[in-house]
């Protein structure tokens, strides 16, 4: 049976608690549009998947109310008939939420009549292939929801997924208790081992940063991760690259096969997928669609704006990993900045361009040497591109230091070991001076990724993530 899940951006959850909200415990009642992420194959599962991403939370107006209990709520359906022509205007699905404060966990017979003739209303209206979302507020937090779709039978959802500054998961299959992860249940409780064991992670980039975020995710107990590189290792990359032996080097051995191959001797029961190839292949597409967070950790800039655009999207948090360390211009060994950043990309932060954590012009520089490389060699004997210049210093316990702190920041989403709760959208430590900072990375209002809602949990469109070329 294919299986769908839903994802709600926190504001949209925010919004339906206050719609949904009543003073006497009467049911409430509201409409959603939602994105829609066709998922072919799951990495890990290889089924087909749909995956619904909240869009807009939209009131039903005043007049269009008609009566509401604590065992029910009916509205007349003029406003639902204008859901389904914006929904089909703008590729996205029509959803309908309405509350149980009694705390009925469930759909109702009621709720299966009701459903039935809205679907059929939304079908006659907008013609075959019409879905329709039903989502049910039980008490004031907990969110169940199905889909209507080909025949008149709707199929459940496995997951509801709300993310924000966290990622909050209700889902209806919740794994065992794990004996390997006993000690981290003593410090977070068992949940946040459950949590963890349902998670599907990608780490784009294996090297001096991913490869200590792949053993990391592993140790804690991240029950699935996808590797994407499309390096072989080096000689030169022994001194940070964890996993790799000199053998790997010699015989020009994948990255992402010694991820796979670490992780699964781990015995860990981590199930662990790699993909080699640059990060925007159409078929690393799909890929990256089934994961729930996505971990950046390529020095790649191009690639880098690419994940930006997907959290935005697909709302899939991309937690971003840079190192400078910059070596002294006057020749000598020694360096004159040495800072580790960890951003966290998704909507209502900044994107990377408005941080200025990607440079665009390197960016365009490498899309040229990738799709063209005859015209990158023109450019650059022609001083027309800058060229990726000498390669970078590294040093272990670096770049180790910046993979601890990005797992970290997932792991502020999912437990609140700091206090504060949530993560933080971009740390910046100096690791040189010991110290570290904060940064709010506001939105530019005028940027088209960030500044606007338009594109926020959009889902699939053509072209892909609405990139030309
Ligand atoms: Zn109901
Ligand atoms: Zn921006």
């Not at 359906?77 to 029509?94: D, I, M, Y």
């Not at 971003?320 to 951003?343: H, I, K, T, Y």
């Amino acid at each position: 049976m294919k299986r769908s899940d839903i994802t709600l951006h926190a504001r949209h959850r925010d919004k339906l608690q206050a719609l949904l909200a009543h003073p006497r415990g009467h049911e409430g009642a509201a409409y959603m549009l939602l994105g829609k992420s066709e998922i072919a194959q799951d990495p890990w599962d290889l089924e087909p998947r749909t995956r619904y991403t909240s869009y807009e939370v939209i009131a039903i107006p005043q007049e269009d109310r008609v009566d509401a209990s604590d065992k029910h709520v009916t509205w007349n359906t003029n406003s639902f008939a204008q859901l389904c022509r914006r929904a089909k205007e703008e590729g996205l699905v029509p959803a309908i939420v309405h509350s149980h404060p009694g705390g009925f966990d469930g759909f109702s017979e009621q709720d299966d009549r009701n459903e039935c003739d809205l679907f059929t209303m939304a079908r006659n209206r907008n013609g075959e292939g019409t879905r329709l979302v039903s989502v049910v507020q039980v008490g004031d937090s907990l969110y169940r929801a199905r889909v209507w779709e080909d025949d008149m039978t709707p199929l459940h959802c496995h997951r509801v997924t709300t993310i924000g500054t966290r990622i909050e998961i209700q889902s209806t299959d919740a794994p065992p208790p794990s004996e390997t992860l006993a000690r981290q249940a003593l410090a977070f409780g068992p949940e946040v081992n459950g949590l963890l064991k349902q998670l599907s992670v990608a780490v784009v980039g294996c090297g001096g940063t991913g490869s200590p975020v792949v053993q990391l995710l592993a140790r804690l107990g991240v029950g699935h991760i996808l590797v994407i590189d499309d390096d072989v290792v080096e000689h030169s990359n022994l001194n940070r690259l964890y996993g790799a032996t000199r053998k790997d080097a010699d015989h020009a051995v994948p990255k992402v096969d010694v991820m796979a191959r670490e992780v699964t001797m781990m015995g860990l029961d981590i199930e662990i997928q790699s993909v080699s190839g640059w990060v925007d292949a159409p078929d690393i597409r799909d890929a990256l669609k089934s994961c729930d967070i996505i971990f950046g950790c390529t020095d790649d800039h191009s690639g880098r704006l690419y994940l930006n655009r997907i959290a935005h999207f697909y709302l899939i948090p991309v937690i971003d990993v840079g190192l400078v360390l910059m070596p002294r211009d006057d020749g000598e060994p020694g360096l004159l900045e040495m800072a580790a950043r960890v951003s966290v990309l998704f909507p209502t932060s900044a994107c990377h361009g408005c941080r200025g954590t990607v440079d665009r012009v390197r960016a365009r520089e490498e899309d040229l040497e990738r799709l063209d490389p005859a015209e990158y060699e023109r450019q650059k004997t022609e001083a027309y591109v800058r060229g990726a210049g000498n390669p970078a210093p590294a040093v272990v316990t670096f770049t180790s230091e910046a993979a601890t702190m990005a797992v970290n920041e997932l792991l502020a989403g999912l437990v609140d070991f700091r206090g504060s709760g949530g993560w933080t959208w971009q740390r910046y430590r100096k690791l040189d001076k010991g110290f570290e900072r904060s940064q709010a990375a506001q939105p530019r209002s005028d940027c088209p990724v960030c500044g606007s809602e338009e594109y926020w949990g959009l889902g699939d469109v053509d072209p892909f993530l609405d990139r030309i070329g």
